[in-house]
């Protein structure tokens, strides 16, 4: 008896894994799926009626989809025209002497700006150009300190829960209060040199791989870079590696432009503690936060990312920003108990967001006076960023407009259908983790499931 009833319950149980499976296998079909886990949440705006939902509550890495989060969240608390704003002055005073000798340092006060120097903006590129203009227009030849960079924010740099082999690559640059030109430098390994990086020590091994790699502890200064055969005794070769300290960087690089310029300036500053400024000699003001979300998204940017997340609390930890990333959707009504957060960017493995509450964000969004800002961040299937070569050849170009996010056995987008007008008629999540096929197979399936829905 005891046996009959076991054998029936285990039959219960084959039964619910084998359902389980058949649904899963409904919406996406890949190799080894029935070990994957698959969330999908589809859901019409105008009607509020839900087409598929599969795993919709439960929390999933959702990798670099946790922008769209952190986008919203910058875009609705701090407006779409923020600016940062990053004041360079001089501190101490004019010589009696000699009225063109300056007594003091040239002190750049960090915002946290994560576009000083970025190639993203033309109006970034040249951030010392309107510098030396300044001193130069207060008729200043000579300054008897140095460049100084006032960063107070807290607990910069890469975040202990990214993962060690990515704190070396550009996607992984710490963000700091100053950041410069992406905080990633040029490096030339076979001649143990970077640009301008003298503080980041150069080590090489060997490797019989094909390709290099790039290793960096956190806080360390020193690269590790492991050079392929095809690579070895090429004094010309030069890779892209994360800066540590991106200030440094930047001071010794001002100072010999205003040399250049024809204005003395020494390598050590005169000030103690925090300098502070008598005299303006430039404000720099960085894109408006409606651009910068947009080059984020597009691109997937883990530092504007970084940085659009300490915009919320400058004041505040990294810690103080997710609290009231998270305390400001709970406000709006949305169930944030799915929500395990570290990081603006997606980059961390350790995020967790649920279908749900992805996409009750975008339905917020979508309903928002901010709709049109937010949903032409998304990249296009088929047309631009991250989603170029999805569904270029389908019905779904043009008309699927999502962020995408992958890491190691993570594949996931979140976004809209459009209608012929670009407004949004769908919100769409779907997050797969832990598959172990090619990941074009993943995202094949996912765009078959969109073509086979929205057809």
Not at 199 to 208: A, C, R
Not at 365 to 374: E, G, H, R, W
Not at 394 to 405: H, N, Q, S, V
Request: aromatic share 8%; hydrophobic share 40%.
């Amino acid at each position: 008896m005891i046996l009959k009833t076991f054998s029936r319950q285990f039959a219960t149980i084959i039964a619910v894994v084998t359902a389980l499976n058949v649904a899963a296998s409904e919406n996406l079909s890949f190799e080894n799926h029935e070990s994957t886990t698959v969330g999908i949440f589809v859901k019409e705006i105008a009607t509020g009626k839900v087409l598929v939902q599969e795993n919709a509550m439960l929390s999933l890495t959702p990798a670099s989809v946790t922008k769209t989060v952190t986008s919203a969240t910058a875009l609705l608390n701090l407006g779409t025209d923020f600016r940062f704003a990053t004041t360079v002055a001089l501190s101490g005073k004019r010589s009696t002497a000699n009225p063109q000798r300056w007594e003091g340092d040239l002190v750049i006060y960090a915002s946290g700006d994560p576009t000083i120097g970025s190639n993203e903006f033309d109006s970034t590129k040249y951030f010392s150009t309107p510098i030396i203009e300044g001193v130069k227009r207060l008729n200043i030849t000579e300054i008897t300190g140095g460049v100084v960079v006032v960063d107070t924010l807290r607990d910069a740099g890469p975040l202990p829960t990214w993962e060690c082999e990515d704190i070396a690559w550009p996607y992984g640059a710490g963000f700091f209060g100053f950041n410069y030109c992406g905080n990633v430098v040029k490096v030339y390994p076979n001649r143990g040199i970077t640009e301008q990086a003298t503080h980041l020590k150069i080590v090489t091994s060997p490797t019989d791989e094909r390709s290099y790699d790039v290793l960096r502890g956190i806080n360390s200064n020193e690269l590790l870079v492991k050079v392929p055969a095809n690579q070895r005794g090429k004094t010309t070769w030069a890779i892209n590696a994360t800066n540590p300290d991106p200030a440094y960087t930047y001071t010794k690089a001002l100072a010999q432009k205003l040399r250049n310029a024809g204005i003395k300036i020494n390598e050590k500053p005169v000030s103690e503690g925090v300098p502070e400024a008598t005299t303006v000699v430039h404000i720099s003001y960085s894109p408006t936060a409606a651009e910068i979300c947009h080059s984020l998204m597009k691109r997937s940017d883990n530092l504007f990312a970084e940085g659009m997340l300490r915009a919320i609390d400058p004041e505040g930890s990294r810690k103080d920003c997710l609290k009231a990333l998270k305390d400001f959707w709970k406000d709006k009504g949305l169930r944030t108990s799915s929500i395990i957060m570290h990081d603006g960017s997606g980059l961390t493995r350790s995020n967790r967001f649920s279908p749900v509450f992805l996409a009750a964000l975008l339905e917020h969004m979508a309903k928002s006076p901010l709709a049109d800002t937010y949903v032409q961040c998304f990249p296009l299937a088929g047309i631009d960023g991250t989603l170029k070569n999805f569904g270029s050849r389908t019905i779904l170009r043009g008309r699927i407009a999502l962020k995408t996010g992958s890491l190691s056995s993570v594949q996931t987008y979140a976004g809209y259908h459009l209608d012929a007008d670009h407004k949004p008629t769908h919100v769409i999540v779907v997050m797969v983790n832990g598959f172990t096929c090619p990941r074009r197979q993943v995202q094949a399936a996912i765009e078959k499931f969109l073509i086979d829905l929205f057809k």
